[in-house]
Nanobody, 126 residues
Framework: VQLQASGGGLVQSGGSLRLSCTFAKRTVGLYGMAWFRQAPGKEREFVVS????????AYTESVKGRFTISRDEATFTTDLQMNNLKPEDTAVYYCAATPSGWNEAPSHNPGTYAAWGRGTQVTVSS
């Protein structure tokens, strides 16, 4: 499984960004998707995950109501819409994939993910 992440950039506090993660080639199977982030000097942190069906999602508390994950199976893409961004959201964001039950949002544990995209920088200025 190969993943390609895009999006990110510099935005002012309160602004919005959209990240996208695409399977590099058509992949058969049931993969749950997730976004993690890592700020300088900190461990990689779970942000959100979504089931293969797209119907079950799990968000870390700090982003609830501001971030929304969605997936489009026609384009093999998983997007992360980030609204009302805060300086503490500044980090390198990574998408990841792992086999998962159809309606089951995968784990918060980064160790369970075998496939990772390259990180994309999100910087939120105050």
């Amino acid at each position: 499984v190969q993943l390609q992440a895009s999006g990110g950039g510099l935005v002012q506090s309160g602004g919005s960004l959209r990240l996208s993660c695409t399977f590099a080639k058509r992949t058969v199977g049931l993969y749950g998707m997730a976004w993690f982030r890592q700020a300088p000097g900190k461990e990689r942190e779970f942000v959100v995950s979504v089931s293969p069906s797209g119907t079950d999602a799990a968000y870390t508390e700090s982003v609830k109501g501001r971030f929304t994950i969605s997936r489009d199976e026609a384009t093999f893409t998983t997007d992360l819409q980030m609204n009302n961004l805060k300086p503490e959201d500044t980090a390198v964001y990574y998408c990841a994939a792992t086999p998962s039950g159809w309606n089951e949002a995968p784990s918060h544990n980064p160790g369970t993910y075998a496939a990772w995209g390259r990180g994309t920088q999100v910087t939120v200025s105050s």
